[in-house]
């Protein structure tokens, strides 16, 4: 393995490889920060321009942007409270807040720092164990991702400490808007009132949108209006993470890099999940930290967890042929139309394609690490643009980032709905934080409990005779038993 390794090292900084994945790095980014372009949007959009490349060089581009976008869109999260990406929706908690203290470069470097070790982190768990991460994953069935999407909701309960029942309520809100739309199981549609474009329910990027950034704009002319002129914003500190907040946060940037590695190699999982789950594992084990007042380690867990997920997202897809996310469900058609069969015979047939692939990864995070760093004064500047020119483009950006997912108006529509839904939860002191969480594990929740019992022909033994799934029960149990101590 050492030597192959040593030769995929040597193709990866091949000075035509190495270009296109700085490239690919910072076209990612870019991508990642712009709200409504995800990570797997920029890696199918790019894909044609691969077909005409060699394997090795049109792979590692695409693997360039997977990277940069996860962590592109943190830069949004952070400095607008607009996610950039779903995975990004964790790090608007206590990433906004710190720049609303005047630290707009401790927040984003933060981030970086987090991200490249995170995904450094997943690379190593790449080159070495990934056969035996694989193997487990596939023990992964229904009643295990029921269980762990019940683990995921436990959440609510730990970023609604401040006020557990409007979170609880938020929750359920948001388990009853993730419904709408046809039956996973039998197709029939529930509340669709008849519109054609609700069959699909609602879309997460949109939501996202309005619930954060929208429900922000409003917030901010009101603020604009109720002012008699227009005060100049606070000084911003311009001073990156010192070396005592890294060592302080680095326990949490290991720990949660190691968790998103293995969220991201359970097919189907993906990184928003591993960002929330991270963040909920931070909380549980940072009884001091003040988290959602501006925690350094509260930026720090979602950014290493959603970014581990890159490197644990092709442990399946190499060594099984199993995609473990959407991104990697492309990256599966980018290898087939380069010829190669993903799984065990790649690495032997093809052992300069998957090193190659293994190293660029690695080169890749530390690229991050150089260009992120390099950015974030210039990322900084967001905030100095006065509100008055930053409010329109903020509300065009979210407009044209809900109309990309689907070339939808009536998406758009659904941005701003829930831009107002969020501005009155904003004034009654009411989290919008539990609605997004709700919607993206409400249909993985509900479908996933749905097939396991028709798995067990309408018996609900799986609960206790599935270990996998008892270990996320018990998780489920002390997550649940930790928040309610937190809130005594």
């Not at 372009?37 to 792979?59: R, S």
């Not at 002319?221 to 002129?229: C, D, R």
């Amino acid at each position: 393995m050492f030597g192959h390794l040593i030769q995929g090292l040597s193709t990866a900084l091949l000075l035509g490889n190495l270009f296109y994945l700085v490239l690919g790095v910072t076209g990612g980014i870019v991508i990642g920060a712009l709200p409504g372009l995800t990570a797997t949007m920029g890696v199918a959009i790019l894909l044609p321009f691969t077909f005409g490349m060699d394997a090795v060089t049109g792979l590692i581009m695409l693997v360039g942007i997977y990277i940069g976008a996860i962590y592109g869109g943190s830069i949004s999260a952070i400095l607008l409270n607009t996610p950039g990406t779903p995975a990004s929706a964790a790090t608007c908690f206590d990433g906004y807040a710190l720049v609303k203290k005047g630290y707009p470069t401790k927040a984003l470097s933060a981030s970086t720092i987090a991200s490249a070790l995170g995904g450094l982190i997943s690379c190593l768990a790449l080159v070495t164990i990934s056969p035996v991460l694989a193997k487990f994953a596939l023990r992964f069935s229904a009643p295990e991702y029921f269980a762990l999407a019940l683990f995921g909701l436990t959440i609510i309960a730990s970023i609604s400490a401040e006020n557990f029942l409007k979170g609880i309520i938020a929750g359920m809100i948001g388990l009853l808007i993730s419904c709408f739309g046809m039956d996973a199981i039998t197709s029939y549609p529930r509340f669709t009132f008849g519109v054609v474009d609700l069959l699909n329910g609602f879309s997460v990027i949109p939501v996202l949108i309005g619930l954060f950034a929208v429900s922000e704009v409003f917030n901010q002319i009101e603020t604009l209006v109720g002012e008699k002129e227009i005060k100049t914003d606070i000084v911003m500190d311009k001073n990156y993470m010192n070396w005592k907040e890294i060592k302080h946060c680095l326990p949490t940037i290991l720990k949660c890099g190691a968790i998103g590695t293995f969220i991201g190699s359970i097919p189907g999982a993906g990184a928003d999940i591993a960002a929330f789950v991270c963040y909920n594992e931070a909380k549980r084990s940072n009884k001091n930290e003040k988290f959602g007042e501006g925690s350094l380690v509260g930026i720090s867990a979602p950014e290493a967890g959603n970014n581990g997920v890159t490197g644990g997202a092709l442990v399946p897809l190499l060594t099984l042929g199993v995609p473990g996310d959407a991104v990697a469900a492309v990256l599966l058609g980018a290898l087939i139309i380069q010829g190669l069969t993903p799984g065990p015979l790649l690495f032997e047939q093809n052992p300069e394609i998957v090193y190659g692939l293994f190293s660029s990864m690695i080169i890749g995070n530390i690229l991050l690490l150089f260009i992120g760093l390099a950015g974030i004064k210039f990322y900084s500047r967001i905030v100095e643009i006065p509100k008055t020119l930053m409010i329109p483009a903020i509300l065009i950006l979210s407009t044209i980032g809900s109309y990309s997912m689907n070339n939808s108006l009536f998406d758009v529509g659904v941005t701003f709905v829930f831009g107002i839904i969020g501005y009155i939860m904003s004034k009654i002191k009411m989290p919008s934080s539990p609605i997004v969480l709700a919607v993206i594990l409400g249909p993985m929740l509900e479908t996933n409990l749905r097939k396991a019992v028709l798995m067990y022909e309408g018996s609900y033994s799986f609960l206790y005779t599935r270990p996998i799934t008892v270990v996320f029960l018990i998780l489920t149990v002390l997550s649940m038993i930790s928040a309610l101590k937190k809130k005594k």
